[in-house]
């Protein structure tokens, strides 16, 4: 299975709205995982079951899914908000993958 | 606190082996399934194989499989990546993962990650 996310950079200001995408190959349920990474930072999860928020997460970010297509979205981007971010799946033993990541930057 | 240690990254010849090794604490670490993941810099991560609490269940990217060898050991709280005919690509920054919940069946999204240890494969 393999997870393509898009778009590989988005450039947006404080205060914006974020969306982030991320496909699945083959169906995955709701299997997904979102994850922040910051520079010099272990990555921190922010999304598991395609929706639900890991704990202390702020309510800024959510996820979604229709299909193979998954969705974290960042209502209103915060300075500490602009990283990159991954999707990972976790269906299956046989494979657990990553996605390309997409970095949010300053404009 | 929950903490992961790995080490046993190296320098190390293409076509090599190494071993590396991750102390878990602060946790009840044979109920947790555990992975290894890898990320060369500048570049994403790679999720390298996994490991259920039991053992039981165990998994491979296709970049490593027969090549790799996941393990652990419950009794010293340690999971373990043996990696055989090392290859150039396989240069990274190795993380040891946590997952969220325990006792689990089917593998978990991961919440506590090691500082990792590298390696790197060249000749």
């Known amino acids: 299975i393999m997870m393509t996310q898009s778009p590989l950079t988005l450039s947006l200001s404080p205060g914006d709205r974020a969306t982030l995408s991320c496909r699945a190959s083959q169906s995955v349920s709701s299997n997904l995982a979102w994850y922040q990474v910051k520079p010099g930072q272990a990555p921190r999860l922010l999304i598991y079951g395609a929706s639900s928020r890991a704990s202390d997460i702020p309510d800024r970010f959510s996820g979604s899914a229709s299909g193979p297509e998954f969705t974290l979205t960042i209502s209103s981007l915060q300075p500490e908000d602009f990283a990159l971010y991954y999707c990972q799946h976790y269906s299956s033993w046989s494979s657990l993958a990553f996605g390309g990541g997409t970095k949010v930057e300053l404009k | 606190e929950v903490q992961l240690v790995e080490s046993g990254g190296d320098l190390v010849q293409p076509g090599g082996s190494l071993r590396l090794s991750c102390k878990a604490s602060?946790?009840?670490?044979?109920?947790?399934?555990m992975h290894w993941v890898r990320q060369v810099p500048g570049k994403g991560l790679e999720w390298v194989s996994g490991?259920?609490?039991?053992?039981?269940?165990?998994g491979y990217a296709e970049s490593v499989k027969g090549r790799f060898t996941i393990s652990r050991d419950n009794a010293k709280n340690a999971l373990y990546l043996q990696m055989n005919n090392l290859r150039p690509e396989d240069t990274a920054f190795y993380y040891c993962v946590k997952e969220i919940w325990d006792s689990g069946y089917e593998p978990y999204p991961v919440d506590v990650w090691g500082k990792g240890t590298t390696v790197t494969v060249s000749s």
């Open positions: 602060g946790f009840t670490f044979n109920s947790y399934g």
């Open positions: 490991i259920s609490w039991n053992s039981v269940s165990i």
